[in-house]
Structure formats: structure tokens, C-alpha cells
């Protein structure tokens, strides 16, 4: 309430996060603001920290959350840019176990012709392997195999290695 009430427009944005603000502080501050006409990115900024202590809705009736201004922000790009390296990552880190998990069940159909059931049992416990490296050894295991029975007891044994 002192920050503003001083009108001290530098902390007026970080308000939402001190001791005492609520609902009416933070209209109060968004008046300041825009008294002193210091811009749309202040007020997103308020917002921003706003959002963090009530809910998004509540935030867009007190302020212009224009999402316009903060696609322009330097944090906005930031954070987009690292959101999609990630996706990205995780997107051909799944790619990358998919197709391992196919290479693999490929293989067995092609050099056991395995039932339905035998090879649903198998394609299961694929799918819990998050570990490229050890679904490669899985695929060496099913090119090396003396019956698709000695490859299912050897993917039981990865598995449990993996989970105890």
C-alpha cells in the first residue's frame, strides 16, 4: 500500500508480490501506472507477477493483458524459444524410442512370426523402456535370440534390472 501510495513506479510492477497486496492494492497500482503513462510493458509486467499470486481471469479484469506487448518482450521469446528446444528434444527423444521399439518388434515377427498375445506381451514391456541405449541392447537381443521365449526371458531380466 506505501509503494503505492508513494506512486514509487519502478516497484509499482512487483506489488502483487509483497506482503499486504491484494485485489484493491493492485487496481490502485494499475491506476498509477497509467496516470503516469509509463506503458503497456509496465503493466504487463505487473501482471505477470500478478498472475503469480491470483488467477489468470482475475489478472485480465485489472489489467490489459495484452498479449500482444508481451509476445514482443524479450522474456516472452526467451521462453518460447526454450519451450520449443525442449519439445523439440523431447519430441526426437520419443521418435528415437519408437523406433527402437519397432525395430525391435519387427525383428521378432520377421524371424519368430509370433501370435498375437506373445508379441502384445512384448510390445507392454517396450513400452515401459524410457532408455534408448538399453532398448539398442534389446534389439541385438532380438537379432541374437535362439526363440522368441529366450528373447521374452531376457527382456523380463532387463526389466526387472531397470526397476530394482
Do not use: C, N
Request: hydrophobic fraction near 45%; charge should be negative.
Amino acid at each position: 500500500e506505501r509503494v503505492v501510495a508513494a506512486g514509487v513506479v519502478g516497484l509499482v510492477p512487483f506489488v502483487p508480490l509483497m506482503r499486504g497486496a491484494d485485489e484493491g492494492v493492485i487496481r490502485r497500482g494499475v491506476e498509477v501506472l497509467r496516470e503516469r503513462g509509463v506503458g503497456e510493458e509496465v503493466e504487463a509486467a505487473l501482471a505477470l507477477f500478478a498472475s503469480f499470486v491470483m488467477e489468470p481471469e482475475q489478472v485480465r479484469q485489472i489489467v490489459r493483458w495484452d498479449m500482444a506487448v508481451l509476445k514482443e518482450s524479450p522474456w516472452y521469446r526467451q521462453i518460447l524459444e526454450e519451450g520449443l528446444k525442449q519439445g523439440l528434444q523431447q519430441g526426437l527423444q520419443q521418435g528415437v524410442l519408437e523406433g527402437r521399439r519397432e525395430d525391435i518388434l519387427h525383428l521378432l515377427r520377421v524371424r519368430f512370426d509370433p501370435t498375437g498375445p506373445a508379441l502384445e506381451s512384448i510390445a507392454e514391456g517396450l513400452a515401459e523402456i524410457e532408455d534408448a541405449t538399453l532398448l539398442q541392447e534389446l534389439l541385438v537381443e532380438a537379432a541374437q535370440a535362439e526363440s522368441l521365449e529366450a528373447f521374452q526371458k531376457g527382456l523380463q531380466r532387463l526389466l526387472e534390472a531397470a526397476s530394482g
